[in-house]
């Protein structure tokens, strides 16, 4: 007698629907064990992570604005991921967006300069992210170098190049030789959307990131042939859709989104630049856009979720001394859960009796 | 001279880890089944070979725990991408992210702490040899045991019969199938050998690189492993060149700052990255005429019944 795995007649549609909150439930039960192992009431830990942040205003904003880049970076990759071009390197575009944007800020310090300085920031953080993503699409399409490696690599450099800049040349002068810029003028801040919050308007721009993305994917030729290449290399090929023509556009629209998370989350919540800008949102964004199964509703969901993770982690470590690494522990199996749920959507399995009998 | 000697000193032991690692993954890959996951399986290796280290006292019993956590490690990775099916791009990088958290949760209770790493040889007679003495036969066992062991890879794969059937699942899993080679089961084994080497690799950092553990103190070489193997066209001989040429850009990159040249150190420490995506795209350019990855390498397979 033994488990096989075997490949459905079509795709289960109730296995899709329930398959992420198949993989949450699961995950909650590994957690549960986690935290009984670590000496913690899991209870009552599971209470502090999911529970105890949305009783109050203040950590329902804060997953807000947790879930703003979360969701942005997430609603780029989602494209990249249908088109099968694997971008594993958000985290360096958003860094690099953030640098960018933060260029104009240091360069109009305290010269009195306008309102456009802001909308000018955003601007550059995504042009910067496009372009900085557009080096490992360029390399996959000219010279076939994997994406996956390139775009990888290119992380660990912006995040040097980052730490270059705010020990060196942009170092706020007053500012005790911490590695960090001078706070950034108001006219080059993110502003709040309630008086004396944390909430700021890119909750907004992440709100219209996931309708154009719905859009995109939805009701465009263009988002119709990213999904067949994704899906169905060889009909796209005979239906004539470029497909090294949608690698970089993929990657160009994803750098750009994660480019201006970057520079939105720097200008906002952060209001300098600082090494330690991004507690990984560029990878926990690769969970996002799954969990969201690729789609843009999904991704919001999904985002708000890893951001409830993220602030009920903060919380359990002050309340409980549970470790901070505990979330990041806690995105992985969840990432596993949902892969493994997700398996189930196109494979079934049976038990097969004696089925190696003697030919 | 000395500085020479100490020069190439310093590149075989920085080299060690990536040689390592990669040799894992080309086994892994030859059998046809792509784990990101390098990274990951290193840097819980990393923890728990200096845990057990710290614990026990002994450099080898602290290497078992890196080669078993590896391993554990590589086990999560086959049931969901063999027993599963499940994409194994996306499994290698939920393996990464998974690992990172368990090397912060395994290794918080050792950070700031100090052990004695593992001792360099020294051979009577043998070691003395003016110049190549200590070249050959004056590093830690750590780095003879990686050049044996791509050795005894390499015998594995072009001289043995069990290795031919491993690259002929990795190159064409149906037929394999139909041979009656049992695919699963020697993809399975192939994973857990590139687990077991990721494993060791992370701890020989902690164990004989340095004499501590810092969360994150992998810094990517297991990325770099796996562009290594890319590298290396999925040849061991290759491999031994290509992650020797690392090391000594690893080591390029630090005595350069030790010497003062006017250049951020920032820069100086982004050149393992960028020599990384370099030859990424100098191999890819190079290989136009077809490529020499094992044809069956990231494809699931689901034996029918």
């Known amino acids: ?73 997430a609603i780029g990759l989602s494209l990249c991921y249908l088109a099968n071009a694997w971008n594993i390197g958000a985290e360096g575009q958003f860094l690099i967006g953030a640098v960018a944007g933060s260029w104009l800020a240091v360069k109009t310090q305290g010269t009195g300069a306008g309102p456009w300085v802001l909308p000018a920031m955003l601007l550059l953080g995504a042009a910067a992210g496009a372009l900085y993503a557009l080096i490992p699409a360029l390399c996959k399409v000219k010279f076939g170098a994997s994406e996956i490696l390139t775009s990888l690599m290119l992380v660990y450099v912006a995040d040097l190049f980052l730490d270059y800049l705010v020990r060196g040349p942009w170092r706020d002068p007053a500012g005790f030789n911490f590695p960090t810029t001078a706070e950034f003028d108001p006219v080059a801040t993110v502003p709040v959307l309630i008086e004396g919050g944390r909430l700021h308007l890119g909750a907004i721009i992440a709100l219209v990131v996931v309708a154009a993305g719905a859009v995109l994917l939805g009701k465009t030729i263009k988002g119709f042939e990213i999904r067949v290449v994704g899906a169905a290399p060889r009909a796209a090929r005979f239906g004539g859709f470029n497909s090294n023509q949608l690698v970089l556009l993929t990657f160009a629209i994803s750098g750009a989104l994660a480019g201006m998370a970057g520079i939105i989350e720097v200008a906002g919540p952060v209001g300098h630049l600082q090494p330690g800008i991004s507690p990984g949102y560029g990878f926990t964004a690769i969970i996002v856009a799954f969990l969201g199964r690729l789609n843009p509703v999904g991704i919001l969901i999904a985002g708000l979720f890893l951001a409830l993770t993220f ?49 | ?82 027993g599963l099916a499940v994409n194994q791009v996306a499994t290698g990088l939920a393996l990464t992210i998974l690992g990172i958290g368990l090397s912060g949760l395994i290794g918080a209770g050792f950070v700031g702490e100090r052990i004695s790493p593992a001792p360099h040889l020294h051979l009577p007679v043998l070691t003395d040899i003016p110049l190549v003495g200590r070249i050959l036969f004056g590093e830690d066992a750590f780095v003879y045991l990686s050049l044996a062991l791509v050795v005894s890879v390499w015998l594995f794969l072009y001289r043995t019969r069990a290795g031919l059937v491993l690259r002929a699942v990795g190159d064409n899993h149906v037929s394999a199938h139909a041979l009656g080679y049992p695919v699963l089961k020697i993809r399975m084994f192939a994973v857990m050998f590139g687990g077991a080497c990721a494993g060791l ?16 103190m992998t810094a990517g070489r297991g990325w770099i492993a796996l562009a290594l193997v890319v590298f290396a066209s999925w040849r061991p001989g ?44 100098l191999i890819s350019r190079a290989r136009t005429g077809g490529s020499t990855a094992p044809a069956a390498l990231g494809t699931v397979f689901v034996p029918d019944r």
């Open chain 2, 1 to 82: 001279m000395e500085l020479i000697e100490a020069i190439i000193l310093a590149v075989l032991a920085a080299s060690t880890p990536l040689l390592l690692a990669a040799t894992g993954e080309l086994v892994t890959e030859r059998a046809g089944v792509l784990n990101l996951g390098v990274e990951g399986m290193m840097i819980v290796g990393a923890a728990c070979g200096f845990g057990g280290a710290w614990l026990t006292g002994s450099i080898i019993i602290g290497a078992l725990c890196g080669i078993v956590a590896g391993t554990l490690l590589s086990l999560v990775f086959a049931m969901m991408t063999l």
């Open chain 2, 238 to 281: 290759r491999l031994v060149v290509g992650a020797y040429l690392f090391g000594a850009v690893t080591i390029l990159q630090l005595h350069a700052q030790g010497w003062g040249v006017g250049i951020p150190s920032q820069f100086m420490s982004s050149l393992p990255y960028l020599a990384t995506v370099i030859v990424l795209v």
């Open chain 2, 201 to 216: 690799a992370g701890a020989y950092l902690p164990l004989a690189y340095t004499p501590f553990f810092i969360p994150g």
């Open chain 1, 1 to 73: 007698m033994q488990l096989v795995l075997e490949k459905r007649a079509e795709r289960s549609n109730t296995i899709a629907l329930v398959s992420p909150l198949i993989a949450i439930g699961l995950t909650l039960v590994t957690m549960s064990i986690l935290f009984a192992i670590l000496g913690k009431n899991p209870i009552s830990a599971l209470g502090v992570y999911f529970i105890d942040p949305l009783t109050d205003s203040y950590s329902l904003q804060e997953i807000a604005v947790k879930a703003t880049p979360l969701v942005m970076i």
């Open chain 1, 311 to 359: 602030i009920g982690g903060e919380q359990a470590q002050i309340a409980m001394k549970i470790p901070l690494d505990v979330t990041k522990v806690f995105q992985g199996i969840l990432l596993f859960y949902v892969l493994a749920c997700d398996s189930l959507i196109l494979y079934r399995f049976r038990l097969i009796f004696a089925s190696r009998q003697v030919a």
